[in-house]
């Protein structure tokens, strides 16, 4: 039986200000698909909130608990100010920001945040390529496609869109 672990991450973009974006880590998953249906909210306890609250970060689970998330589990992200107006942004405009919890919450960035994308990550900490959709009775499908040799991505890694409401 292989102890081989796979880890889900999860961007999400402030409620308060859409130019700051939390990427959070969530490891420990025996596959690629348990890992893509937490991140989506499909699992008994899956992600389904992230509240940030005087540098304490907080996701709540779908089965109503909760879990403070430490530092090293989050990266934040920043649309810098160019002075343009962005119709729409994507993952390459962000730029990762040393910032802190604390200081996240400093900019007056305390309240929820909205999980956007996902992607899984395997073992050897390469992108793993898996899908989630819903079918016609309202069900979760996870496809794991073959590796791609292209992982190039700018601002993290390749993020599929989350299919949950």
């Known amino acids: 039986m292989s102890t081989a672990q796979f880890s889900a991450r999860i961007r999400w973009q402030s409620e308060?200000?859409?130019?700051?974006e939390l990427e959070t880590r969530h490891?420990?998953?025996?596959?690629?698909?348990?890992?893509?249906?937490?991140?989506?909210?499909f699992s008994e306890a899956a992600?389904?909130?992230?509240?940030?609250?005087?540098?304490?970060?907080?996701?709540?689970?779908?089965?109503g608990s909760e879990i403070e998330l430490q530092q090293d589990s989050v990266q934040v992200w920043e649309?810098?100010?160019?002075g343009e107006e962005y119709q729409v942004a994507d993952d390459s405009q962000f730029q990762l920001v040393p910032l802190t919890l604390n200081q996240v919450s400093g900019r007056g960035l305390d309240g929820g945040f909205v999980a956007l994308k996902y992607g899984v990550l395997g073992p050897d900490q390469a992108i793993a390529d898996v899908t989630v959709e819903v079918d016609e009775t309202g069900l979760p499908e996870v496809k794991v496609h073959e590796a791609s040799d292209d992982q190039s991505e700018a601002a993290s890694f390749a993020l599929g869109i989350i299919v949950r409401g």
């Open 16 to 20: 308060i200000d859409p130019c700051f």
């Open 27 to 41: 490891g420990g998953f025996p596959g690629a698909e348990e890992a893509a249906l937490f991140a989506n909210g």
């Open 47 to 63: 992600a389904l909130d992230l509240r940030l609250t005087t540098g304490r970060l907080v996701l709540s689970l779908t089965n």
């Open 79 to 82: 649309l810098p100010d160019s």
